[in-house]
C-alpha cells in the first residue's frame, strides 16, 4: 500500500512546476496556510504557489486527476475563508505579482496575486486609481471578481465596470483571455460571478485620473445616529458623483490619530473622499456637518492610496471575523433604529457596520449586463464582527448574526457576494437574480463538472 502524500505525489508529477509546493510536514505550512480571517483554520493537503499561468495550468489538472477539492487564493482576504479548503488543493497565485501602468492609455495590467495596495503604489505616481475598494491589504482577484465597490464607485462605477480583459486558466488547463470581443460569455460572468468560472492570472483595467482627495472620518455620537442616518440618506444621492461618503459605526480605536478624550467612544460617522479642490469639498461636507456637532473632523487632503490603507493597521489579519451583507434601496426609520440599538453593545471595539452607496455610476450600466445584478441598490451594508481573541469567536458570530437579521427584512433581497460567508445555495440565488440561470449556462460552458466550486458557488445548468 502506497504511503505517498499528495504533495509527495505533487512533487513527483510536476517536475515542471516553477514555484513552491508546500505539504503539513513543511517548517512553512502553518505560515503558508494562514488566511487573514483566523475564525477559519483549514489544513489542505497540497499548496501550490504559481510562479505563472503554466503552474496554475498544472495545479488544476494535478487536482483534477487525483480528485481533491481545489480552492483558488489570491489575496487571502475572504471572510469566508474560500481561499482555502480541507485535505484538498489550494492554488496560491500570491507569486504573480506583475503591475504594467501605461500613462498614455491609462491601462493597468494586474497580476492575480497583488493586493489593492500595490496596484495603488504603481498608478499614482502617475495621477491614476483603479476603482477598488477601502481597505489596501485586499486581493485584486476576489475584490474584483466579486463586483469591487469603494471609494470611487459613485463616479466610476464597480471595479468590474473598468475591467477591460481578464487572462484566464480553465478547468481544462486551457488559456483563454476574456473580454468584450474574446469569450464575452465568460467576460460578463467574470464580471461578478466570482471565481466560478477559471483562475485569473492577470486583470486588464482602465485606470481613472485620480490624484490627491479629501479624505477621511467625521464622528458623531452613537447617540446622534437617527438624525445623522436619516440626513445621510437623503442628501448622499443628491451629491453630485465625485462626492462619495460611506457611513459607519465605530468605537473610536484607543490610539493616534484619534483624540484621547474620546478614546473607545462608540460613534456613527462618514467616511469621505471627495475628488475636489479643498474648498469645493469643504462645501459638499457642509450640509451634514450642519447636522449635529461632531465628536471629530479628521478629514485633510490626501493622495487615494493613503486613504485605501488608511484602516490597514485596524483591521489586519489574525482576527476572528465574521460578516455579513446586504443591499438596499432605501434605510427605513426603523432600520436606524436597529442599527444604533446594535453598535451600542459590540462584541468588541473592533466590530462595527458600513453603508457604502452604490448609486451614480453604478446604475449607468444595464442590471444584465454584468453578473452583478443588484444596478438599482443605492447602498451595500456590511456588518463586521471583529475581535482579536478567539475566545470572542462565538459573541462576534452571534452579535453579526443578530444585527443581520434586524436589518434583513428591510434589505432589497441579495448582498455583495464579498460580504457573505458560507450561508447557503439559496443566498448565492438571491444575490444574482435573474442573472443567475445565464451564469448556469456559462458555468456549464466553462466548467461543467464544477471543478471552481470552493466559492459562493454556481451550479452548472443540467
Given at each position: 500500500m502506497s504511503t505517498s502524500t499528495p504533495v509527495d505525489a505533487?512533487?513527483?508529477?510536476?517536475?515542471?512546476?516553477g514555484g513552491d509546493l508546500v505539504g503539513p510536514s513543511d517548517a512553512d505550512y502553518?505560515?503558508?496556510?494562514?488566511?487573514?480571517?483566523?475564525?477559519?483554520?483549514?489544513?489542505?493537503?497540497?499548496?501550490?504557489?504559481?510562479?505563472?499561468?503554466?503552474?496554475?495550468?498544472?495545479?488544476?489538472?494535478?487536482?483534477?486527476?487525483?480528485?481533491?477539492?481545489?480552492?483558488?487564493?489570491?489575496?487571502?482576504?475572504?471572510?469566508?475563508?474560500?481561499?482555502?479548503?480541507?485535505?484538498?488543493?489550494?492554488?496560491d497565485l500570491s507569486p504573480l505579482k506583475e503591475i504594467s501602468v501605461d500613462p498614455a492609455t491609462g491601462t493597468v495590467r494586474v497580476g492575480g496575486g497583488c493586493v489593492w495596495g500595490e496596484v495603488d503604489a504603481a498608478t499614482t505616481e502617475h495621477g491614476l486609481a483603479v476603482p477598488a475598494g477601502v481597505i489596501s491589504t485586499t486581493g485584486v482577484a476576489g475584490l474584483t471578481l466579486g463586483g469591487g465597490h469603494g471609494y470611487l464607485t459613485r463616479r466610476y462605477g464597480l471595479t468590474i465596470d473598468n475591467l477591460l480583459a481578464a487572462d484566464v486558466v480553465l478547468a481544462d488547463g486551457s488559456r483563454v483571455t476574456a473580454s468584450a470581443d474574446e469569450h464575452p460569455d465568460l467576460f460578463w460572468g467574470l464580471r461578478g460571478g466570482g471565481g466560478?468560472?477559471?483562475?485569473?492570472t492577470a486583470f486588464t483595467f482602465q485606470a481613472r485620473p485620480v490624484s490627491t482627495i479629501v479624505g477621511g472620518p467625521t464622528f458623531w455620537a452613537l447617540e446622534d445616529t437617527d438624525v445623522m442616518l436619516a440626513a445621510f440618506r437623503e442628501w448622499?444621492?443628491?451629491?453630485?458623483?465625485?462626492?462619495?461618503?460611506f457611513f459607519a459605526f465605530h468605537t473610536v480605536p484607543p490610539a493616534p490619530p484619534f483624540p484621547e478624550e474620546i478614546h473607545l467612544r462608540k460613534v456613527c460617522g462618514i467616511v469621505w473622499c471627495v475628488d475636489a479642490s479643498d474648498a469645493e469639498a469643504e462645501q459638499a461636507m457642509a450640509p451634514m456637518l450642519a447636522v449635529a456637532e461632531p465628536l471629530m473632523h479628521g478629514v485633510g487632503r490626501m493622495p487615494l492610496k493613503d486613504l485605501n490603507g488608511a484602516f490597514d493597521g485596524l483591521y489586519g489579519p489574525g482576527d476572528q471575523w465574521y460578516w455579513r451583507g446586504d443591499f438596499a434601496r432605501e434605510i427605513p426609520d426603523e432600520a436606524i433604529v436597529a442599527?444604533?440599538?446594535?453598535?451600542?453593545?459590540p462584541p468588541h471595539w473592533k466590530s462595527g457596520s458600513h453603508i457604502y452607496p452604490i448609486d451614480g455610476a453604478v446604475a449607468d450600466v444595464a442590471p444584465d449586463a454584468t453578473a452583478f445584478a443588484f444596478r438599482d441598490a443605492v447602498w451595500s451594508q456590511v456588518q463586521i464582527g471583529v475581535s482579536?481573541?478567539?475566545a470572542d469567536a462565538e459573541a462576534v458570530r452571534d452579535w453579526t448574526v443578530g444585527y443581520w437579521e434586524a436589518l434583513h427584512p428591510h434589505s432589497a433581497g441579495g448582498a455583495y457576494v464579498n460580504f457573505m460567508m458560507e450561508e447557503g445555495q439559496a443566498r448565492v440565488q438571491a444575490t444574482y437574480g435573474p442573472n443567475y440561470d445565464r451564469l448556469t449556462r456559462v458555468k456549464a460552458a466553462y466548467d461543467p463538472d464544477n471543478v471552481f466550486r470552493v466559492n459562493q458557488n454556481i451550479l452548472p445548468a443540467a
Open positions: 505533487a512533487r513527483a508529477e510536476l517536475s515542471g512546476f502553518d505560515e503558508a496556510r494562514a488566511l487573514f480571517n483566523a475564525m477559519i483554520d483549514r489544513r489542505p493537503a497540497v499548496i501550490a504557489r504559481c510562479a505563472d499561468a503554466d503552474d496554475v495550468a498544472a495545479t488544476i489538472r494535478f487536482a483534477r486527476e487525483h480528485d481533491l477539492p481545489l480552492a483558488i487564493r489570491g489575496g487571502g482576504h475572504n471572510g469566508a475563508g474560500l481561499a482555502s479548503v480541507d485535505d484538498g488543493v489550494v492554488c466560478n468560472f477559471g483562475v485569473v448622499l444621492p443628491s451629491a453630485p458623483r465625485n462626492v462619495m461618503g442599527n444604533r440599538q446594535w453598535n451600542d453593545h482579536p481573541d478567539a
